[in-house]
């Protein structure tokens, strides 16, 4: 049995199109909703009847519940919770059509169904509530705990609009991301296609590409504020896009983290210049926009990659992950705050493997993105092996199956260039290319 499962739909129609059309290419045998199909999106309507229509399970989320009550909302106001959430909350409660309103408050908190002799439970948040958030980060024990209260053997979850799946001791806890609303800086549409069989269920993570102009026109012919059309627009939470927010600006975040751990500054300026003069040279091998959101995610792991120093010198690079992982601070989103870890961790010993739990649980397609960004760091931070800052530009030749990095110092580099070719491995591995480096 195939099935699509999708969540956080926030009543954003064209992605849930998208969503529908992309899988139907897949092709699927049922769909399942996780709830939240409407809130913070211009089109709550038909996002529900859409689903209503399509989807054979659904469940509801925190804002579904609470925008069908006039009383939470009447209570947001009187709280003086943030403008545009109370905006939002009111500006749904009172567009939602009579039978919208009635389909979700007919919808249940939670599901158990039985899939081919598995346990699956559908829930919006947690078993512990519609709000308690799962993610990448939350601890493995946690997520045993979890299953074994829910007995389940599938725990489905949402909330936190980024995609995972985790194993929990012999469960699995699937997070399909956010249809409407990702905060993990992607734009595109999320969703998890499920196979299950009887030998188990594989769980496979799903972006779709959609046309958000209509999204942006009718947000902004309805008024709502310009931080909701922002997040929108950057595929980011309203607090991460807020202009006076206390996350601040990406770099100056990683290097107060940076100071506050003692960490060698040259040295991570450095390492993360160079890396940023490869990400720059190598955009045609990479193939991420000269400016987005990468460059800027690979800047902060360089930044950081040395700061498990502060805790010794043995493993140092997966202290540096761990505190990473740790710091609350830092303007990332979940999953960014793992692949900013993880090019810290991968800055020297062994590469990613399906052994290692954080990697292991991100999608395809930030493995690449790891494994791309990080092969980029390792290198060099091999550049700047003496710690002495003599490697002053890099100019890279792309070839077929191969890259050549001129290098350009006055002083000798002798060991630059030999620990540079040696921690180029990552780089081979994510790239497929050798790597030449000339001096």
Same mark, same amino acid.
């Given at each position: 049995?195939?099935?699509?499962?999708?969540?956080?739909?926030?009543?954003?129609?064209?992605?849930?199109?998208?969503? +529908?059309?992309?899988?139907?290419? @897949?092709?699927?045998?049922?769909?399942?909703? +996780?709830?939240?199909?409407? #809130?913070?999106?211009?089109?709550?309507?038909?996002?529900?009847?859409?689903?209503?229509?399509?989807?054979?399970?659904?469940?509801?989320?925190?804002?579904?519940?609470?925008?069908?009550?006039?009383?939470?909302?009447?209570?947001?106001?009187?709280?003086?919770?943030?403008?545009?959430?109370?905006?939002?909350?009111?500006?749904?409660?009172?567009?939602?059509?009579?039978?919208?309103?009635?389909?979700?408050?007919?919808?249940?908190?939670? /599901?158990?169904?039985?899939? $081919?002799?598995?346990?699956?439970?559908?829930? $919006?948040?947690?078993?512990?509530?519609?709000?308690?958030?799962?993610?990448?980060?939350?601890?493995?024990?946690?997520?045993?705990?979890?299953?074994?209260?829910?007995?389940?053997?599938?725990? /489905?979850?949402?909330?936190?609009?980024?995609?995972?799946?985790?194993?929990?001791?012999?469960?699995?806890? %699937?997070?399909?991301?956010?249809?409407?609303?990702?905060?993990?800086?992607?734009?595109?549409?999320?969703?998890?296609? !499920?196979?299950?069989?009887?030998?188990?269920?594989?769980?496979?993570?799903?972006?779709?590409?959609?046309?958000?102009?209509?999204?942006?026109?009718?947000?902004?012919?309805?008024?709502?504020?310009?931080?909701?059309?922002?997040?929108?627009?950057?595929?980011?939470?309203?607090?991460?896009?807020?202009?006076?927010? %206390?996350?601040?600006?990406?770099?100056?975040?990683?290097?107060? +983290?940076?100071?506050?751990?003692?960490?060698?500054?040259?040295?991570?300026?450095?390492?993360?210049?160079?890396?940023?003069? +490869?990400?720059?040279?190598?955009?045609?091998? =990479? #193939?991420?926009?000269?400016?987005?959101?990468?460059?800027?995610?690979?800047?902060?792991?360089?930044?950081?990659?040395?700061?498990?120093?502060?805790?010794?010198?043995? *493993? =140092?690079?997966?202290?540096?992950?761990?505190?990473? !992982?740790?710091?609350?601070?830092?303007? !990332?989103?979940?999953?960014?705050?793992?692949?900013?870890?993880?090019?810290?961790?991968? =800055?020297?010993?062994?590469?990613?493997?399906?052994? =290692? *739990?954080?990697?292991?649980?991100?999608?395809?397609?930030?493995?690449?993105?790891?494994?791309?960004?990080?092969? %980029?760091?390792?290198?060099?931070? #091999? /550049?700047?092996?003496?710690?002495?800052?003599?490697?002053?530009?890099?100019?890279?030749?792309?070839?077929?199956?191969?890259?050549?990095?001129?290098?350009?110092?006055?002083?000798? @580099?002798?060991?630059?260039?030999?620990?540079?070719?040696?921690?180029?491995?990552?780089?081979?591995?994510?790239?497929?290319?050798?790597?030449?480096?000339?001096?």
């Amino acid at each position: 049995m195939r099935v699509l499962l999708l969540a956080d739909t926030h009543a954003n129609l064209p992605a849930l199109k998208a969503v +529908l059309a992309a899988a139907r290419d @897949i092709g699927y045998d049922e769909m399942w909703c +996780l709830g939240d199909l409407v #809130g913070y999106g211009p089109f709550p309507n038909a996002c529900a009847r859409l689903i209503r229509q399509e989807a054979a399970h659904v469940i509801t989320g925190n804002h579904d519940a609470k925008v069908v009550s006039g009383k939470k909302v009447q209570e947001m106001a009187d709280q003086k919770k943030e403008p545009y959430k109370v905006f939002v909350f009111s500006w749904t409660h009172r567009m939602l059509e009579a039978d919208v309103a009635e389909y979700l408050r007919s919808l249940p908190e939670a /599901l158990r169904l039985d899939v $081919h002799g598995k346990k699956v439970v559908l829930v $919006h948040g947690s078993p512990e509530g519609m709000s308690d958030g799962l993610s990448v980060l939350t601890p493995e024990a946690r997520l045993v705990e979890l299953t074994v209260k829910a007995k389940a053997d599938v725990l /489905l979850v949402a909330h936190t609009h980024g995609a995972f799946c985790r194993k929990a001791g012999d469960a699995l806890v %699937i997070n399909p991301g956010a249809v409407g609303r990702p905060f993990d800086g992607d734009p595109r549409a999320s969703f998890t296609i !499920l196979e299950f069989t009887a030998a188990g269920v594989e769980a496979k993570a799903h972006r779709a590409v959609y046309d958000m102009t209509p999204v942006a026109e009718e947000m902004r012919r309805q008024g709502f504020p310009d931080v909701l059309l922002k997040a929108f627009m950057e595929a980011r939470s309203p607090a991460d896009v807020m202009p006076d927010g %206390i996350k601040g600006d990406l770099v100056e975040q990683a290097m107060a +983290l940076g100071a506050r751990e003692g960490y060698e500054k040259p040295h991570a300026l450095q390492v993360a210049r160079l890396s940023l003069r +490869l990400f720059d040279e190598l955009c045609a091998a =990479h #193939g991420y926009a000269p400016n987005g959101r990468e460059r800027a995610l690979l800047q902060a792991g360089a930044i950081l990659h040395d700061i498990g120093l502060a805790r010794g010198t043995e *493993a =140092h690079h997966k202290a540096s992950r761990d505190m990473i !992982l740790e710091d609350k601070i830092l303007g !990332l989103s979940d999953r960014e705050r793992v692949i900013v870890a993880l090019l810290a961790r991968y =800055h020297r010993r062994s590469l990613p493997g399906p052994g =290692h *739990a954080h990697y292991a649980a991100l999608p395809d397609c930030h493995k690449a993105m790891v494994g791309r960004l990080g092969g %980029i760091l390792r290198m060099a931070d #091999g /550049l700047d092996r003496s710690h002495q800052a003599l490697v002053r530009d890099v100019h890279c030749t792309v070839a077929a199956d191969s890259v050549s990095v001129k290098l350009d110092a006055e002083a000798d @580099i002798e060991a630059e260039a030999r620990f540079g070719a040696l921690k180029s491995d990552l780089f081979r591995s994510a790239f497929g290319k050798n790597v030449e480096f000339i001096r």
